[in-house]
Nanobody, 122 residues
Framework: QVHLVESGGGSVQAGGSLRLSCTAS????????MAWFRQVPGKGIEGVAG???????VYADSVKGRFTISQDNAKTTLYLQMNSLKPEDTGLYYC????????????????RGQGTQVTVSS
């Protein structure tokens, strides 16, 4: 069983930055990727950024060049550095573990956290 807990959300003005963290526990060693998703009311769920066991990364087009995903050496903490934030980045951000494969890292997951709210004002 995998347990994921996010932190670091908050409110920021457009152009600002936030750093999200996700602490993972449980049987996380076999995951193929860890990713950040965001949920926006009325717009569904979007995979934002993912990182594989070998450090390979993938990003949604909407955040390329602005967001950076990383993990600590122990691979138990996942980060999302978000710069140049826009109002459309507002949403509930949650981290997720995927055991299906890196190629679908931003399209599915086996476990997710409760999420942390990010609000960007114009």
């Amino acid at each position: 069983q995998v347990h994921l807990v996010e932190s670091g959300g908050g409110s920021v003005q457009a152009g600002g930055s936030l750093r999200l963290s996700c602490t993972a526990s449980g049987d996380i060693s076999r995951r193929d990727c860890m990713a950040w998703f965001r949920q926006v009311p009325g717009k569904g769920i979007e995979g934002v950024a993912g990182i594989g066991r070998d450090g390979s990364t993938v990003y949604a087009d909407s955040v390329k060049g602005r967001f950076t995903i990383s993990q600590d050496n122990a691979k138990t903490t996942l980060y999302l550095q978000m710069n140049s934030l826009k109002p459309e980045d507002t949403g509930l951000y949650y981290c997720a573990a995927n055991f299906f494969g890196f190629d679908i890292c931003l399209r599915g997951y086996n476990a997710r956290g409760q999420g942390t709210q990010v609000t960007v004002s114009s």
